[in-house]
C-alpha cells in the first residue's frame, strides 16, 4: 500500500522513453518561452515604477543606529481613551536614553504607552531612531523600530543549513528555487504591478516561470516531474480565472485598511482589485506544488508496485490517496491565512461584531475569498494532475508468470 507522505525521494522512472520524453522536452520549452515571452512584455521600464518619498530622507531628517542605555518610566496621564473616543493603552510612558552608535553622542526620546506597557524596552537593546535636525537647532529624536538584522540573519543561515543537511542536494536545489522565487517576486512582479500592468497576467506569467523553475531544481527532470508541472499550470490557471470572477463578484475593492491608502495614493496607475485576485495565484502556489508533486510520484510508485494495472485502476487508486491529501492541504490553507489576518481577527472579536459583520468586512473577506478560492483550485488539481501522471506514466506491462515452465512441462 501506498500511503501519503509529503517528502518526495526518489521514484523509479520506469523504462526509458526518449520520444515522448523529446515531445515534453518540446511542450515545455514551447510554455517557458511563451512565460519568457510575456515577462519581457509585462517588464517594466524603472520609469514606469512609482517611487515613493521615503519619510525619513527629507531635508534635516535622517535615520539612525543607537543602543538603549536607560529607561525610566513615568505617568504621562494616559486614561485609555484619546481623541474622538479612539481607544489607548491604559499606562505609563517612559523616557528612554540611547547612544547612538556611529558618534556615542546621547539621544533622548519618549516611549507611547503602547510601545512600552506592550513590549517593553530595556538597556541594551539595539534600536533604530528618527533624528529631526532642523537648520540651526538641537536635533530631536523619535522611536522608530528594534535592529532585527541579525537575528534574522541567523535564522536564515539555520535554516539554509538544516534544509541543505537533511535534503542535502535537494535541499539545495530548494534553496536556489528559494531564491530564483523571491527575484522573480522582487524584480518582475511587484515593480510590475506598480507600474500599472494586468494583475493577473504578471501573476499567472511570473507564477509560470517560478513553478517551472522550482519543479525542475527540486525534483530534477523527469517526465514525472513534467506531469506535476501540467497539474500546477492546471491549477494556477483556474485559480486565475476563478480569483477574477470571484474578486468582481464579491465586490472586493483591494482598499482595506490605511496601508492601502496609501498604497493608491504613492502608485495611482496600480489596480488593487486586480492585486487581490492576483494574490489568490501567488499565495496558493507552495501548497499547489506540494499536491501535485505528491501526486505525480504516487501514480508512479503505484505503477511500479502494480505494473500491469490499468490506467483507471491506477487512476482511482491514486485519488483515493489524493483525496487526504486534500484534507490536510485546504487545512493548512485556512491555518495559513488565519495566521496572516490574526491582528485583525482579535480587533474584530474584542469589537465584538456579529459573525455575519466580521466575514463581509472588506479586510477579512478578502482572506476568505482568497481561501476559498485556492482550496477550490487545489482541490481540482489533484484530480487533474492524477490524469495527468497517469497519461504520462509507464504503460501497463502483462503480468509475469509466476515460473518459467521447466522441461518436464514442456514436454
Same mark, same amino acid.
Request: hydrophobic share 50%.
Given at each position: 500500500?501506498?500511503?501519503?507522505?509529503?517528502?518526495?525521494?526518489?521514484?523509479?522512472?520506469?523504462?526509458?522513453?526518449?520520444?515522448?520524453?523529446?515531445?515534453?522536452?518540446?511542450?515545455?520549452?514551447?510554455?517557458?518561452?511563451?512565460?519568457?515571452?510575456?515577462?519581457?512584455?509585462?517588464?517594466?521600464?524603472?520609469?514606469?515604477?512609482?517611487?515613493?518619498?521615503?519619510?525619513?530622507?527629507?531635508?534635516?531628517?535622517?535615520?539612525?543606529?543607537? /543602543?538603549?542605555?536607560?529607561?525610566?518610566?513615568?505617568?504621562?496621564?494616559?486614561?485609555?481613551?484619546?481623541?474622538?473616543?479612539? @481607544?489607548?493603552?491604559?499606562?505609563?510612558?517612559?523616557?528612554?536614553?540611547?547612544?547612538?552608535?556611529?558618534?556615542?553622542?546621547?539621544?533622548?526620546?519618549?516611549?507611547?504607552?503602547?510601545?512600552?506597557?506592550?513590549?517593553?524596552?530595556?538597556?541594551?537593546?539595539?534600536?533604530?531612531?528618527?533624528?529631526?535636525? @532642523?537648520?540651526?537647532?538641537?536635533?530631536?529624536?523619535?522611536?522608530?523600530?528594534?535592529?532585527?538584522?541579525?537575528?534574522?540573519?541567523?535564522?536564515?543561515?539555520?535554516?539554509?543549513?538544516?534544509?541543505?543537511?537533511?535534503?542535502?542536494?535537494?535541499?539545495?536545489?530548494?534553496?536556489?528555487?528559494?531564491?530564483?522565487?523571491?527575484?522573480?517576486?522582487?524584480?518582475?512582479?511587484?515593480?510590475?504591478?506598480?507600474?500599472?500592468?494586468?494583475?493577473?497576467?504578471?501573476?499567472?506569467?511570473?507564477?509560470?516561470?517560478?513553478?517551472?523553475?522550482?519543479?525542475?531544481?527540486?525534483?530534477?527532470?523527469?517526465?514525472?516531474?513534467?506531469?506535476?508541472?501540467?497539474?500546477?499550470?492546471?491549477?494556477?490557471?483556474?485559480?486565475?480565472?476563478?480569483?477574477?470572477?470571484?474578486?468582481?463578484? /464579491?465586490?472586493?475593492?483591494?482598499?482595506?485598511?490605511?496601508?492601502?491608502?496609501?498604497?493608491?495614493?504613492?502608485?495611482?496607475?496600480?489596480?488593487?482589485?486586480?492585486?487581490?485576485?492576483?494574490?489568490?495565484?501567488?499565495?496558493?502556489?507552495?501548497?499547489?506544488?506540494?499536491?501535485?508533486?505528491?501526486?505525480?510520484?504516487?501514480?508512479?510508485?503505484?505503477?511500479?508496485?502494480?505494473? *500491469?494495472?490499468?490506467?483507471?485502476?491506477?487512476?482511482?487508486?491514486?485519488?483515493?490517496?489524493?483525496?487526504?491529501?486534500?484534507?490536510?492541504?485546504?487545512?493548512?490553507?485556512?491555518?495559513?491565512?488565519?495566521?496572516?489576518?490574526?491582528?485583525?481577527?482579535?480587533?474584530?472579536?474584542?469589537?465584538?461584531?456579529?459573525?455575519?459583520?466580521?466575514?463581509?468586512?472588506?479586510?477579512?473577506?478578502?482572506?476568505?475569498?482568497? /481561501?476559498?478560492?485556492?482550496?477550490?483550485?487545489?482541490?481540482?488539481?489533484?484530480?487533474?494532475?492524477? *490524469?495527468?501522471?497517469?497519461?504520462?506514466? @509507464?504503460?501497463?506491462?502483462?503480468?509475469?508468470?509466476?515460473?518459467?515452465?521447466?522441461?518436464?512441462?514442456?514436454?
Amino acid at each position: 500500500m501506498v500511503t501519503h507522505a509529503h517528502s518526495h525521494g526518489p521514484v523509479d522512472e520506469g523504462p526509458a522513453r526518449p520520444r515522448m520524453a523529446r515531445n515534453l522536452t518540446v511542450a515545455v520549452l514551447v510554455i517557458a518561452a511563451l512565460a519568457l515571452a510575456g515577462m519581457a512584455v509585462l517588464w517594466p521600464s524603472s520609469d514606469d515604477v512609482p517611487k515613493g518619498l521615503d519619510p525619513y530622507a527629507g531635508e534635516g531628517v535622517s535615520t539612525v543606529d543607537a /543602543t538603549v542605555s536607560g529607561v525610566e518610566s513615568f505617568d504621562c496621564n494616559s486614561g485609555g481613551l484619546g481623541p474622538d473616543s479612539i @481607544p489607548q493603552v491604559d499606562g505609563d510612558c517612559a523616557n528612554v536614553t540611547a547612544t547612538l552608535d556611529d558618534s556615542g553622542d546621547t539621544a533622548e526620546f519618549v516611549l507611547d504607552p503602547t510601545r512600552y506597557v506592550g513590549a517593553g524596552m530595556n538597556e541594551g537593546d539595539e534600536i533604530t531612531l528618527v533624528a529631526i535636525e @532642523p537648520p540651526g537647532q538641537e536635533p530631536s529624536y523619535e522611536f522608530r523600530d528594534y535592529r532585527r538584522g541579525m537575528p534574522l540573519l541567523a535564522l536564515t543561515a539555520a535554516f539554509a543549513v538544516m534544509v541543505a543537511l537533511v535534503g542535502r542536494w535537494r535541499g539545495v536545489f530548494a534553496l536556489l528555487g528559494i531564491g530564483i522565487t523571491m527575484v522573480a517576486l522582487i524584480r518582475f512582479v511587484m515593480p510590475a504591478l506598480l507600474a500599472g500592468e494586468s494583475p493577473l497576467a504578471v501573476a499567472v506569467v511570473g507564477s509560470t516561470v517560478i513553478m517551472i523553475s522550482v519543479l525542475y531544481l527540486a525534483h530534477g527532470i523527469s517526465i514525472r516531474t513534467t506531469s506535476a508541472l501540467f497539474g500546477t499550470l492546471f491549477g494556477i490557471a483556474f485559480t486565475a480565472v476563478a480569483g477574477l470572477l470571484a474578486t468582481d463578484w /464579491t465586490s472586493l475593492t483591494g482598499v482595506g485598511s490605511e496601508d492601502d491608502h496609501l498604497l493608491v495614493a504613492t502608485a495611482p496607475d496600480l489596480r488593487l482589485s486586480g492585486v487581490v485576485a492576483a494574490s489568490m495565484v501567488i499565495a496558493g502556489l507552495g501548497v499547489l506544488n506540494d499536491v501535485t508533486v505528491t501526486q505525480a510520484s504516487i501514480v508512479w510508485e503505484m505503477r511500479a508496485l502494480q505494473p *500491469a494495472a490499468r490506467s483507471v485502476q491506477l487512476f482511482t487508486a491514486a485519488m483515493r490517496i489524493g483525496r487526504d491529501h486534500i484534507a490536510s492541504s485546504v487545512y493548512t490553507l485556512v491555518f495559513a491565512y488565519a495566521g496572516s489576518a490574526m491582528t485583525v481577527l482579535l480587533l474584530i472579536t474584542a469589537y465584538q461584531r456579529g459573525l455575519a459583520d466580521v466575514f463581509t468586512a472588506e479586510e477579512i473577506a478578502q482572506e476568505v475569498v482568497r /481561501t476559498l478560492v485556492g482550496a477550490i483550485g487545489l482541490v481540482l488539481a489533484v484530480p487533474a494532475t492524477t *490524469a495527468f501522471a497517469v497519461w504520462l506514466a @509507464p504503460p501497463p506491462t502483462e503480468a509475469a508468470p509466476d515460473h518459467e515452465p521447466s522441461h518436464a512441462d514442456r514436454s
